[in-house]
């Protein structure tokens, strides 16, 4: 009796823990000035949702970022940065250090987050819901030297991320549609621009 009393309670837990990601909008994250943010904030809106860093090769695409927030935001488009420092240790920065890279060299107006991890046993439950509902298709056509590069560097630090659907790199997205039940995934090397298209599309 005990044994079975165990097993579904075992099963409730599982259970409930499906039923709190049922929807991004179940999801609470926190802004990088640590206020506790619920991405039910954010229905209606199409959401880029990207992991950044400030020592990056690919930092230059927070450029490229900030253009599209501000060519689209008036028609709903909101951008989330979420700070990783699990690839090379390439974003070491306090929040306050972020902000102030961001600000000065490229005048970033969209929502930057707390530093998270987006693999790995301490993974946001934002990214664990993510790669679940957009698993790794492969590298774009065109980048397998870079692919090539990634996989030698995680294999040789021995992270894993080069296996199944873990982000691959810094400056890896996901567009979500407006009611959140869309996601596309973009892996590190796709430049914002090569997404403005799936954009315009969304938030028609």
């Not at 809106?45 to 990207?50: E, G």
Request: proline share 4%; charged share 25%.
């Amino acid at each position: 009796m005990k044994k079975l009393f165990l097993l579904l309670s075992f099963a409730l837990m599982l259970s409930v823990g499906c039923m709190a990601q049922k929807s991004i909008y179940d999801i609470t994250v926190s802004d990088i000035n640590g206020n506790e943010v619920s991405l039910a904030d954010y229905k209606g809106k199409v959401l880029l949702i990207v992991n950044v860093a400030s020592k990056c090769g690919l930092t230059p695409q927070y450029e490229g970022l900030e253009s599209l927030y501000r060519k689209y935001k008036e028609q709903g488009l909101e951008i989330l940065a979420f700070p990783c420092n699990q690839f090379l240790e390439q974003e070491p920065g306090s929040n306050d250090e972020i902000v102030n890279f961001c600000s000065v060299n490229y005048d970033i107006t969209f929502t930057l987050f707390d530093k998270i991890n987006v693999n790995g046993d301490e993974e946001s439950p934002l990214y664990t819901y993510l790669k679940a509902q957009a698993p790794f298709k492969g590298y774009p056509e065109g980048s397998e030297k870079f692919a090539e590069q990634l996989t030698m560097i995680h294999q040789k630090t021995g992270t894993g991320f080069e296996k199944g659907d873990a982000v691959k790199w810094n400056f890896g997205k996901f567009l979500v549609s407006r009611d959140g039940t869309a996601i596309i995934r973009y892996e590190p090397m796709v430049a914002p621009a090569d997404m403005e298209a799936d954009i315009q599309r969304m938030l028609q």
